[in-house]
């Protein structure tokens, strides 16, 4: 679970202004909201924990801490205000010790025990100030100082107020009060020159000079890839540099390489991952870091030791050892310049051992308890953490498996109890763990000795103690505000007698005047009856509870009597004095509060289908949806799409085109006709088949029969003007220019029944409507994933108005089915285009004719 603290700079100069006349401090709060925003895109943030501490003083620094939710994190955000002295160093002391207060109780240090890295609390403390002068009460001083003096118990066991896996990035604000002329440098942001930047880079992190608000945005980028489980160790050389490596891969003692110049891959300060198992979500490891003394029955204290170990790698060529079912731990390193000059070595099938200085009893260096190698991919160096001394052991249990056969002789046992020796006491369980894990027989002695001494293990029961006081005192002051200043306090030496203004009588006296309510409803407790409110006349004063059913208004009596009745009975499922109108009644600050509710929801399950598209983050708008998924290139789907559901030649239509072809009933010249089987009538406009490449299409389109219906509707034309539905036997408004004869123009629907037809006329301003709503029909249809196309024809055909006005409805079909590459789409509507506008022109030439022919008859 990661621990995220922000460190608000609340001096005073955070009031100062930018060019966009936002103050530093609001645009500290933006930051902070931003990021939780960015942060909130991973499933894994979740399990954040959000604190907030400012420059006050402790313990009212603390704004938020270990049992405030996310609510209160986000109203105290909001509540800062810039006031007083850049006591940075103060801050950073009290930050450190909130988030140290409950590892002395957990464990979580195992001091003196070794330092296992899977025992973590992964913390980022992000600090957001303006980089000037530090100030306090004594002065300005040039450099941070941390106070030494803490008040939580234990805190002298480690040298440093952080710990390993607690890392400090800082967000040092630069904006310019005025506007800049020159241009914005693009590229990464440099660190600060300011005296944080090195308490950053002891821990682990590094600051950010941040100078316009893009570079603030490219620094909440990178601060919540930042958001890590690890430990940050030190790496250091020990011993000669290893031979350089020629370019086929062999040593080359010819040339030598200089073990004296300082390199920076001789010593490097970075993380190493600690990766949650999978099925738990928690890390697992089995082996520890030595401690760097070794531990002793006689030592009256423990000694303190550094926040980050200092882990020694030699550079000579090893093996890397491992035997069957001994279980060992494996690290990831941060990218830095000492997995860089691994990796370029190019030798993924040798490694170099580490070690701890003084964690052995008779050897210095001490004993290697792992080795760093690069993977065999050569993409990254892992840091291998096996048993203390593994390359005399690991010899010893393959003998035992393999020679013995689980049953050692003399020989065995004496060499074995000779690498017990050397062994520190704290790593005795872990290897009984794992003999056990191996089926070895039981060659570990179950009376285990920690190697600590009664004074110190009593002296650590009591920090514990003492540590819980503590934590429970600092965690009752959190939100509590700090006293104000009152002023001087004068003696009353004018008698004893008590002050007018003390009189409760006179009070009640003083309010009656003024107008105000009789004192009574402010000593009511108003969460006895959380539900109920005071109507009172005076609007000014806030609600309070009823106490007298005379107070309640007319009005309000039966909705009152209905709440009162529901309380009393219980019948419910809410809490007493709360109703349901008022459970879903949440105040606007909390409306936004989408991480509480984060934390309720179960773990999502896999999708069923990983190859449909994803769904982007969906809170606040239902219909958002991922871009990418949207814009999918059909191309390849219509090559390459499914052939089984294809129109052969040869097959029948399907039911509902047939029925609605049958009842089509056209009488032309006199002589009727059926439409069938996708033929038209002789005379009309689209008379010729639909060529074979648009009857085949991939998927449910449209079918062959459904095109060719629709260049019929749209060019059965009448004399007057009106548009001829073969399909629906209705006449509709438009007007077009036919190029037919009298007699030909004569098209008479005629019904089954024999009744008239009703020829009402759609006028324009219906037309329009109709038209409107289409266009919006057409856009959604065209969005939709998939190919069936069916339902944009029909809307096509159902268009109001003369042979252009479907053109430019085709058009623009033609141009939404662009934006989302409906490539096989645009292919219908080209060839049904092109049909429509040599129709067009076909008719512009016949009209031209009858007019010239016309003429001549006049002359």
């Known amino acids: 679970m990661p621990i995220l603290l922000f460190l608000i700079d609340t001096s005073a100069s955070m009031n100062q202004r930018t060019d966009l006349g936002t103050s530093y401090l609001d645009i500290a709060k933006g930051a902070v909201e931003l990021f939780l925003k960015l942060r909130a895109r991973d499933p894994a943030s979740r399990g954040d924990r959000y604190m907030l501490v400012t420059y006050d003083e402790p313990p009212y620094c603390i704004k938020a801490g270990w049992k405030e939710n996310h609510a209160t994190f986000m109203s105290e955000l909001k509540n800062l205000q810039a006031s ?50 530090l100030t306090s009460t004594a002065g300005v001083q040039e450099e941070l100082h941390l106070p030494l003096n803490s008040p939580l118990p234990g805190s002298e066991l480690t040298k440093e107020p952080f710990r390993w896996d607690q890392r400090l990035f800082a967000l040092v604000l630069r904006l310019p009060g005025v506007a800049s002329i020159e241009p914005e440098q693009l590229g990464s942001v440099p660190t600060d020159e300011s005296a944080i930047t090195q308490m950053c880079e002891v821990t682990g992190g590094r600051s950010y000079c941040v100078r316009t608000q893009r570079m603030l945005n490219q620094c909440l980028e990178s601060l919540v890839q930042k958001v890590q489980s690890g430990v940050v160790i030190n790496f250091e050389k020990t011993g000669p540099d290893p031979l350089p490596i020629g370019e086929d891969g062999l040593m080359d003692s010819s040339r030598s390489s200089n073990s004296f110049a ?120 892992n840091l291998f953490v096996m048993p203390y001394n593994y390359p005399v052991l690991l010899p010893l249990l393959d003998d035992l498996f393999k020679v013995h056969k689980l049953k050692p002789n003399l020989k065995w046992r004496q060499a074995f109890d000779s690498y017990l020796k050397t062994l520190p006491p704290y790593f005795l369980l872990p290897l009984k763990k794992a003999l056990r894990m191996m089926g070895a027989p039981n060659l570990i002695s179950d009376n285990l000795d920690c190697g600590l001494s009664y004074s110190v293990i009593s002296y650590l029961k009591k920090l514990s103690q003492q540590t819980k006081l503590e934590s429970e005192r600092i965690l009752a002051s959190v939100g509590k505000k700090p006293p104000q200043e009152i002023g001087i306090k004068v003696k009353n030496h004018s008698g004893g007698g008590v002050s007018l203004t003390h009189s409760k009588n006179f009070r009640k006296l003083l309010k009656e005047i003024t107008g105000e309510t009789a004192p009574r409803l402010a000593d009511l407790n108003t969460k006895e009856f959380a539900g109920f409110q005071v109507g009172l006349l005076n609007k000014d004063l806030k609600p309070q509870t009823y106490r007298n059913a005379y107070d309640i208004p007319r009005s309000g009596l039966l909705d009152q009597l209905t709440r009162m009745r529901s309380n009393l009975l219980r019948t419910h499922k809410f809490i007493v004095g709360q109703d349901e109108d008022s459970l879903h009644s949440v105040p606007v600050a909390q409306m936004g509060n989408y991480q509480e509710y984060l934390k309720t929801l179960a773990s999502p399950l896999r999708e069923i289908d990983p190859d449909q598209p994803k769904r982007l983050h969906t809170f606040g708008n239902p219909f958002k949806q991922d871009k990418k998924g949207m814009m999918i290139d059909e191309a390849d789907e219509f090559v390459a799409g499914p052939q089984s559901k294809v129109k052969r030649p040869g097959e029948a239509n399907s039911p509902m085109s047939s029925k609605r072809r049958r009842n089509a009933t056209v009488i032309h010249d006199g002589h009727e006709e059926k439409m069938e089987n996708g033929q038209t009538p002789p005379d009309g406009f689209l008379s010729k088949p639909v060529p074979p490449e648009l009857g085949h299409m991939a998927g449910d389109g449209i079918s062959a029969n459904k095109l060719d219906s629709l260049s019929n509707d749209l060019t059965c034309l009448r004399k007057d003007g009106l548009i001829h539905k073969p399909c629906s036997n209705a006449l509709v408004g438009g007007t077009v220019n036919y190029n037919l004869s009298v007699d030909e123009q004569k098209i008479t629907p005629v019904s089954s029944l024999g009744t008239a037809l009703n020829t009402l006329q759609i006028t324009p301003a219906m037309a329009q409507g109709i038209n409107a709503d289409i266009k919006h029909q057409l856009m959604k249809e065209v969005r939709k994933f998939g190919r069936k196309y069916e339902r944009i024809f029909i809307l096509l055909e159902e268009v109001q108005g003369s042979l252009e006005v479907k053109k430019q409805f085709v058009e623009f079909t033609i141009k939404e089915a662009a934006r989302f590459k409906r490539r096989v789409l645009i292919q219908y509507l080209e060839k049904l285009l092109e049909k429509i506008n040599s129709h067009y022109l076909l008719n512009k030439v016949n009209h031209i004719n009858n007019r010239s022919s016309c003429y001549r008859k006049d002359q």
């Open 84 to 133: 007083g002295l850049t006591t940075l160093g103060q801050a950073l002391r009290s930050s450190f010790d909130l988030l140290n207060l409950n590892r002395l109780i957990s464990g979580i240090d195992n001091y003196g025990q070794g330092r296992n890295p899977f025992f973590l609390e992964p913390s980022i403390l992000i600090t957001i100030t303006d980089g000037n002068k």
């Open 262 to 381: 300082a390199q920076p891959w001789h010593s490097c300060h970075k993380l190493i991952y600690v990766r949650p198992n999978s099925k738990t979500g928690v890390p697992v490891g089995h082996w520890p870091i030595p401690e760097s003394f070794w531990p002793d029955q006689n030592l009256p204290s423990l000694p303190p030791r550094t926040s980050h170990p200092v882990v020694r790698f030699s550079c000579v060529d090893c093996e890397p050892m491992v035997i069957d079912k001994l279980p060992f731990d494996k690290y990831e390193l941060e990218p830095s310049p000492l997995t860089q000059y691994i990796l370029e070595r190019k030798s993924p099938h040798t490694c170099w051992q580490v070690f701890v200085t003084s964690s052995g009893k008779y050897n210095e260096l001490g004993y290697p308890f792992g080795y760093l190698k690069a993977s065999m991919t050569l993409t990254c160096v």
